[in-house]
């Protein structure tokens, strides 16, 4: 396998976090007050994850967002407290993350429930594979059943955790019974409308990142036009498959239409750590100053079964990652061309400002204007690099 760069990344990524992290809140009245007080709660949304205690609720935070190995994992302590992680990660992809412990009684009297739910994105339901679910599946009704009679629009998602120390035969046995249980759950309680969508998860590969990929997909309003940006762009380049990634987290935000398969989401996650891995290590400049991910990032992996992994930056937190053969590459002038058209229309489809934020948006966005150039220059650009007059 050999890899080409066309420049020398600098820097680390360190700066892609927000340096005033508020990563913990002492207790739910200091969370609430803290809450009531921000200016910028109301501005993201937010991602719930409960589920009982040990289900492995705070070991997927720290593996996706935060870099930790799966390994590490093993030391960290029991969750005592109410979280707020600020996942500021990507300039597209802003929400915040509460990590509930699984002994905590937040429908206790004396909390607003209400408060939590009301500005609620996606609550996430973590079950442990590996364990008796018979509890969590009862705790699972509860939360799901109350939260949506306070919000109805809540994306509710359920993690089937651990699965990474059982067979295929038992994942599937076990998923389908966790199903069949929570729904038979729902509609003894006449709950048909609420919606559950299903995982099979562990921090030991990469479904963890594909679960939360769908979970943030769904936060984002621009989906639709992001996968049929993507569509046309495969299409007039002879590209097989391509994601839109978050460099950090390594959440795919968008893809094309064809199928997702697991094993090309995983050659596109490696080649982004070994991107950021080598530019770390031979691309720091003396003074350790930037990034090693910048505008002009770009990498190239050829495989030895003729497969070919482009990697191009599209902003400054975002990257496009194709899947395609030797023979379409060799056309790597009218790839860029097409690139070029694309990276300009995704910029029309995300301004982003700082100034400004919408309430309750997972991505700071304008939409493109009737006369930008660079969404009309996609759709028109021709399979031989010429463009073409919209008719």
Known sequence: MSIEYEEQLAGSLVDSFPKDF??????????????ENSPSADNKPRILLMGLRRSGKSSIQKVVFHKMSPNETLFLESTNKIYKDDISASSFVNFHIWDFPGQVDFFDPTFDYEMIFRGTGALIFVIDAQDDYVEALGRLHLTVSRAFRVNPEINFE?????????SDDHKIETQRDIHQRANDDLADASLEKLHLSFYLTSIYDHSIFEAFSKVVQKLIPQLPTLENLLNIFISNSGIEKAFLFDVVSKIYIATDSSPVDMQSYELCCDMIDVVIDVSCIYGLKDDSNGNAYDKESLAIIKLNNTTVLYLKEVTKFLALVCILREESFERKGLIDYNFHCFRKAIHEVFEVSSSTQRTGAAVQSSPPSSSGNGLARLKSAALNGTPRSLV
Do not use: A, C, S, T
Request: charged content about 25%; proline content about 0%.
């Open 22 to 35: 508020d990563y913990g809140v002492e207790n739910m009245d200091m969370m609430q007050e803290n809450l």
């Open 158 to 166: 359920v993690f089937i955790h651990k699965v990474d120390g059982l």
